[in-house]
């Protein structure tokens, strides 16, 4: 069983070890040591990194048997006493995020009974599940207490129990484990059996911040940073919001107003835009059926939307004696048949046939096809579609 120096000295990055065993293990060079200060992967807290001598540890995994399992890149020796160092930028962020954990869940359950089912620390930020939804004015309250136990800087001791000694003890989780029982206690406020690593005083965690929540599975996923993180997570959502009002030429509190604001414009262009293309669409069949051959229409026509090329198609048909096809670009084009009552053409054969040719689908009445995703040349398209009408 590997000793495991983090469980009692969690401050400690840099130790010594003597190499047990050097072993494969699913395609990895995994290496045993007698003692060690690498956290394995468990309890919601991903491993630590680091280097074992001139070998990059980059795994660590908690074994049934009580060993911890390093996984290396670089030579290690079955004998070799080794010198290992924690990536310790790493492991204090962990550790800061994990004793925050503590001391939010604390908060949560003491004074909103609302008791956590389990913890994950992620790369960005960490989550706790808890058993029942909250209101958000509650979640600022639990917040505030939290923030308030970190700065008055309590010490985080580190106890061990039996089963008979924890059971007497008001744990805020009964223990998933027998046996010894190592016990994180946040003076005064908190008292859990965990096997993580915490900072040795609250101060530490320097500050607890709710990034966001969710209902989840009938309670509430709470979303947090501590620490480092929260200084970085407010640096990143400064740079956001000042860059958004830049662009928004506004003041940062009036950013949803501004967006509202953008919002509503965009909606009347578009309005503007659909009743500009209808009228056009009146011009654009004078100058197309203008130049008919034998009442023949077709033409390549970018930037219309499908809606607009009907409108035009219609526009030119509704006069006697015409058959329109329109493209609409770019590729893969759409495509419009259109005919007055009075021509035999039967659009809906004609928009097949294009499609036969050059793909895409489409249909309708013989008075009136589209369709669209017809791929290959435009004026090979253009040239087809006109033999057919
Ligand atoms: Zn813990």
Redesign the pocket.
């Known amino acids: 069983m590997t000793e495991r120096i983090y469980y009692t000295e969690p401050s400690l990055g840099e130790f010594d070890a003597t190499v047990t065993g050097v072993e494969t293990v699913d395609g990895r060079q995994a290496v045993r040591l007698d003692r060690t200060a690498f956290y394995p992967t468990s309890?919601g807290?991903p491993h630590d990194l680091g280097t074992l001598g001139n070998a990059r540890v980059i795994d660590v995994v908690d074994e049934e048997n009580g060993d911890v399992l390093h996984f290396v890149e670089g030579v290690v020796t079955t004998g070799d006493k080794v010198p290992g160092r924690v990536d310790w930028t790493r492991r204090f962020d962990h550790m800061q995020q994990?004793?925050g954990?503590?001391v939010l869940s604390a908060a949560f359950d003491t004074l909103l009974k609302a008791r956590t089912e389990s913890f994950h620390l992620g790369a960005d930020y960490a989550t706790i599940d808890l058993a029942r939804e909250l209101t958000p004015a509650e979640i600022a309250r639990a917040e505030d207490d939290a923030n308030r136990a970190v700065w008055e800087d309590r010490p985080v001791h580190i106890r061990f129990v039996d089963a008979a000694e924890a059971a007497a003890l008001p744990l805020r989780k009964a223990p998933a484990r027998e046996g010894t029982l190592r016990l994180?206690d946040v003076d005064g406020y908190d008292l859990?059996a965990?096997?993580?690593?915490?900072v040795a005083r609250t101060g530490a965690i320097g500050i607890i911040a709710v990034t966001g929540w969710e209902r989840f599975k009938g309670g509430m996923r709470v979303g947090f940073v501590c620490g480092g993180r929260a200084l970085s997570t407010h640096r990143r959502l400064r740079d956001v919001v000042a860059e958004s009002a830049r662009l928004l030429s506004t003041m940062q509190d009036e950013l949803p107003s501004g967006i509202e604001r953008l919002q509503a414009d965009a909606k009347d262009a578009k309005r503007q835009i659909k009743d500009l293309q209808s009228r056009l669409a009146g011009h654009e069949a004078d100058r197309l059926a203008a130049s008919a051959q034998d009442g023949v229409v077709v033409a390549s026509l970018d930037g219309w939307d499908q809606t607009a090329l009907k409108n035009i198609a219609s526009a030119i048909a509704a006069r006697p004696g015409y058959a329109a096809g329109l493209l609409g670009g770019p590729a893969p084009y759409a495509v419009v048949v259109a005919r007055s009552a009075d021509r035999g053409t039967d659009a809906g054969a004609v928009l097949k046939q294009l499609a036969v040719r050059f793909g895409g689908k489409g249909g309708g009445r013989p008075e009136l096809a589209q369709g669209g995703g017809l791929s290959g040349d435009a004026a090979e398209i253009a040239d087809y579609l006109r033999s057919l009408l």
Do not use: K, L
């Open positions: 309890g807290q994990h004793t954990q503590h994180i859990s965990c096997g993580g690593t915490h």
